[in-house]
């Protein structure tokens, strides 16, 4: 069983800060190998939306465009966590964050959601104005 677990959401202020981490196991590595990981988030009364997504050693990353030059996405598998750094939230960044692992014999990283298998439980950044 994967278990991906989120954690770093909160209540900032617009202009703050937020580091959000999602973690596996070492088990999940050794059985499945390293995967493709992605953040996702949705936002009440709307669709789930693509943010970022890294490939296995972190060597390709794309972020959505909204998130372009604010947020940023990393891993250290030696630890077995992916993390998406936010900067300069907006009001409108206010949304359940999801992250996602989809485990493929690739190089590359994805944006589709239906790509991903294994999904954390989320976690709930909230932005003030």
């Known amino acids: 069983q994967v278990q991906l677990v989120e954690s770093g959401g909160g209540h900032v202020q617009a202009g703050g800060s937020l580091r959000l981490s999602c973690a596996t196991s070492a088990r999940t590595i050794q059985t499945y190998g390293t995967s493709i990981m992605g953040w996702f988030r949705q936002a009440p009364g709307k669709e789930r939306e693509f943010v970022a997504t890294i490939n296995w050693n972190g060597g390709r990353t794309y972020v959505a465009d909204f998130a372009k030059g604010r947020f940023t996405i990393s891993r250290e598998n030696d630890k077995h966590t992916v993390y998406l750094q936010m900067d300069s939230l907006k009001p409108e960044d206010t949304a359940i964050y999801f992250c996602?692992?989809?485990?493929?014999?690739?190089?590359?990283?994805?944006?589709?959601?239906?790509?991903?298998?294994?999904w954390g439980q989320g976690t709930q950044v909230t932005v003030s104005s």
């Open positions: 996602a692992a989809r485990f493929a014999p690739t190089s590359d990283y994805s944006t589709n959601d239906y790509e991903y298998r294994y």
